[in-house]
């Protein structure tokens, strides 16, 4: 067991009696009730469960909480998931503007036996963020958007409701900068919480690797903070499954001077399978060759060529040097390559040019009062690698054939990205693997195969599935039988039969201790949070 150091008692509360009521309504199966029995309770259920979401509004009304019930103006629109293959219903989303009000939400929602989820940027892959299955209590973080850097140490204080894009604006401001991924609208609470990937964590590691302390609600409604001197295990385990064990209010982040330029670039190539396998393959030759400066990150990905057999094969992401420091850099790769047929673009400038220059999403990285992404109806699974048994020439080639056969006559709009996370000298290799909950610290590669539905609109195609899993069966069955292969948490699926081992590898079994001593009644519950039994 693992104690926990609270810097405070919970918020005393002396104008509200709160009631403890039976478990959600969500949870109760009136099924395993004898007939009569069940025709002689549900009436009084259904009065009983009224009155406890007629409790729970005055509750939160009291202390001015914003929340949204079923039937409100605005539910709707705010209960529906980034990935509209799930279609989920919270029993509120509240929108707490501090710690005091997230202390009470939470609190409130312990006392009525309610699963608490936090949200932060609203992009969860699989609606972990709405609950994952009907009944949750939402704590929407997203009014919360305080940034403060420390003038003398420059760490950066950051509340859990900024995008990715918004922070990379503030720091830069200053002349700071944070590694993380370029779609502007993630937010950082998920991105921080599970991993945090971009172009400069072979520079600066993972989001995650920088958090240095944070502010945690746990599942009483205490409040406490973690760091290495305080905690220090609940700071080991936000560090990589953050959710299963409390909401974080606020992340302090190591932060660091921006490099005074550099170059983004995207080249685009249509190949034909043994062109594209080649180019695979030199691309891991490269990455294990020793050459890659931790000035450089980048990715490949294929996608849909215009012809069965084709792909398009891309190449790009940024460099943090100079010009003639870049072209040095990418010419062993460039020299097995052909000329690209498609497009060449590239930019310099400054850090946060470059950013912007590479960022997804609709709009510029300031997304404060600019239209959300929207919605998606997709699939998506991943699959790291590790560096000491890099891919055999057979997973390589039998993706690609797969991609240019099987892909060409999917009629899904798919994408597979090969983000490049090791090779010599990469920041988030040299993390020792127990210092943090992340646990693939040996990683080379982390794919991404992802798949929407033609139009982006439900339903999703059953064929989808099949496509998306056969993506990652054609590299893994090319494998040798004991390949210690991972999967990246903030790519989530639901679909994945041992998730545990494939997300968490060895450390699950201590955040399994972890979440039995800091939330044993499961609170913070949602399909793959972590389970104490």
């Known amino acids: 067991m693992f104690p926990v150091h609270r810097i405070r008692p919970r918020p005393i509360i002396h ?18 009730m004898k007939p009569a029995l069940g025709f002689l309770l549900l009436p009084w259920l259904a009065a009983s469960w009224a009155q406890n979401v007629n409790q729970l509004r005055d509750q939160l009304a009291a202390h001015n909480i914003t929340a949204l019930f079923k039937n409100d103006a605005g539910y709707s629109a705010a209960a529906t998931s980034y990935n ?33 989820v936090a949200r932060s940027g609203g992009h969860s892959y699989i609606a972990n963020s709405l609950g994952g299955k009907d009944g949750a209590l939402v ?7 305080r940034i403060t850097v420390d003038s003398q140490t420059k760490n950066a204080v950051v509340e859990p409701g900024n995008r990715l894009g ?10 700071r900068g944070l590694p993380h991924g370029r779609c502007a609208y993630v937010g950082i609470g998920g991105h921080s919480g599970f991993g945090g990937w971009g172009f400069a964590s072979r520079m600066w590691g993972l989001t995650l690797d920088n958090v240095l302390s944070a502010t945690v609600v746990l599942a009483d409604g205490s409040i406490v903070t973690t760091s290495q001197y305080s905690n220090p295990e609940l700071y080991w385990g936000i560090r990589g499954s953050s959710a299963s064990f409390g909401i974080v209010s606020s992340i302090e982040f190591r932060t660091f001077a921006v490099p005074p330029s550099g170059t983004g670039f995207e080249y685009l190539w249509e190949m034909d399978i043994p062109t594209a396998s080649h180019a695979f393959a030199q691309f891991q030759s490269w990455a294990l060759s020793g050459s890659i400066p931790q000035t450089f990150g980048g990715e490949i990905a294929f996608m849909k060529g215009s012809s069965y057999g084709l792909v398009e094969f891309a190449f790009f992401g940024a460099y943090f040097g100079s010009d003639e420091s870049f072209n040095n850099t990418v010419s062993p790769f460039f020299s097995e390559l052909p000329v690209p047929n498609v497009s060449a673009n590239l930019t310099s400038g400054s850090w946060i040019e470059v950013l912007e220059y590479l960022a997804t999403g609709v709009g510029p990285l300031n997304t404060s009062g600019q239209p959300d992404i929207g919605s998606d109806t997709f699939y998506a699974k991943s699959l790291m690698t590790p560096m000491d048994v890099p891919l055999t020439n057979a997973s390589m080639t039998a993706m690609v054939k797969y991609l240019a056969e099987e892909g060409f006559n999917s009629s899904d709009f798919w994408h597979v990205e090969v983000e490049l996370y090791g090779g010599k000298g990469s920041a988030i290799n040299q993390v020792l693997l127990d210092d943090t909950a992340f646990a693939h610290r040996n990683t080379l590669f982390t794919f991404q195969p992802y ?7 439900p339903p999703y195609p059953e064929t989808g599935f ?6 990652v069966d054609s590299i893994t069955s090319n494998m040798p039988r004991d390949w210690e292969w991972g999967a990246y948490p903030n790519y989530i699926e639901d679909r994945l039969p041992d998730w545990q081992r494939r997300y968490y590898g060895p450390h699950y079994e201590r955040l399994k201790l972890l979440k039995a001593s800091v939330d044993p009644a499961d ?7 972590i389970q104490e039994s």
Do not use: H, W
């Open 15 to 32: 104008d509200i009696k709160v009631a403890r009521v039976s478990p959600s309504f969500a949870s109760f199966s009136p099924t395993k």
């Open 451 to 457: 798949a929407s539905s033609s139009n982006l609109l």
């Open 84 to 116: 509209i293959r799930y279609t989920v219903e919270p029993l509120a989303i509240t929108y707490p503007t501090d710690i005091q009000q997230i202390s009470f939400v939470v609190e409130t929602g312990a006392e009525q036996k309610l699963r608490v």
């Open 166 to 175: 918004d922070i990379a604006l503030a720091l830069n401001a200053v002349g």
């Open 466 to 471: 099949g496509f998306v899993d056969g993506i």
């Open 139 to 145: 704590v929407d973080l997203s009014r919360m958007k």
């Open 523 to 529: 609170r913070f519950q949602f399909p793959t949070s």
